[in-house]
């Protein structure tokens, strides 16, 4: 059993900078991959950014790209998200979650729409000046 527990959202004024943190226990992270969800009041929840734990690709959602930046810590069992230039848009509940992909990779195509067994219970980003 995989546990996922997020870190570092907090208040930002626009074109601010945080870094989110997804640490991961219960279990190795070999062969699955960790996606960043976020979900905004009376939307829908949105896929932001892939990394699969094993082999790195990474992919992002168009509303992120050249902004934001994931990248994993094998050692710490740790994928981050690095956002820069936040926007008010990007306020929501992050969310990170994971699931087990074996020997097959994500793709661009399907990373935000696989099942995802485990997730965490979410850190706020609020972008606001």
């Known amino acids: 059993q995989v546990q996922l527990v997020e870190s570092g959202g907090d208040l930002v004024q626009p074109g601010g900078s945080l870094r989110l943190s997804c640490q991961a226990s219960g279990g190795t992270l070999d062969y699955y991959i960790i996606t960043w969800f976020r979900q905004a009041p009376g939307k829908e929840r949105e896929g932001v950014s892939c990394i699969s734990f094993t082999y790195g690709n990474k992919y992002y959602a168009d509303s992120v790209k050249g902004r934001f930046t994931i990248s994993r810590d094998n050692a710490r069992h740790t994928v981050y998200l690095h956002m820069d230039n936040l926007k008010p848009e990007d306020t929501a509940v992050y969310y990170c979650?994971?699931?087990?992909?074996?020997?097959?990779?994500?793709?661009?195509?399907?990373?935000?729409?696989?099942?995802?067994?485990?997730w965490g219970q979410g850190t706020q980003v609020a972008v606001s000046s």
């Open positions: 979650a994971t699931t087990y992909l074996g020997r097959e990779q994500p793709t661009a195509k399907d990373w935000a729409t696989y099942e995802y067994d485990y």
